[in-house]
């Protein structure tokens, strides 16, 4: 993973070059927008366990899936189903910090949707639960840091498909 600073700082550095023009207005606007990230990640960190209960209720708790047979029975299966949303929260909170995608793709999604699949995990209710998270989390952290986390939660919910 690396911040938007080091993913800008780095190939101008390798070229002996300065920052200009597009790569200055990105760090304009990650710097601008930093009080606003780092407010909604101290929100969604205090409030994790709680966002994960709410999305799983809106999403998860009412259909087959909860039933004998279904992919979150028994109670091991379930504690599966909510300790991946925890970490998708997690390492989505994370790149919203950064402003880069790449630790999603290293250490979520690389390999997760096959993994899903030979595990008989089905995708479409993680999917779901994952849209409820995003609902939530604009409900802690107000819209403009909303859009912002939803932006990673997407690039989860996009590499699952």
Known sequence: MQDTITSLINPADEK???LEGNELDKLKQY???????????NQIGSSADSVISESVEKSL????????GGNMYPTRRYAACLRDLTYFL??????????????????????LKDTYS???????????????????????????AGQEMDVYLDHIINGLR
């Open 16 to 18: 002996g070059q300065y």
């Open 118 to 144: 030979s595990l008989g995990v089905p995708i479409e209710p993680t999917i779901q639960a994952l849209q409820a998270m995003k609902e939530v989390v604009t409900q802690r952290v107000g819209t403009e």
């Open 31 to 41: 710097f601008q927008t930093g009080t606003l990230r780092v407010k909604a990640a």
């Open 61 to 68: 708790l009412y259909g087959d899936i909860t039933l004998p």
């Open 90 to 111: 997690r390492y989505a909170t994370y790149a919203m910090l950064a402003a880069d995608i790449s630790i999603l793709d290293e250490r979520v999604l690389n390999g």
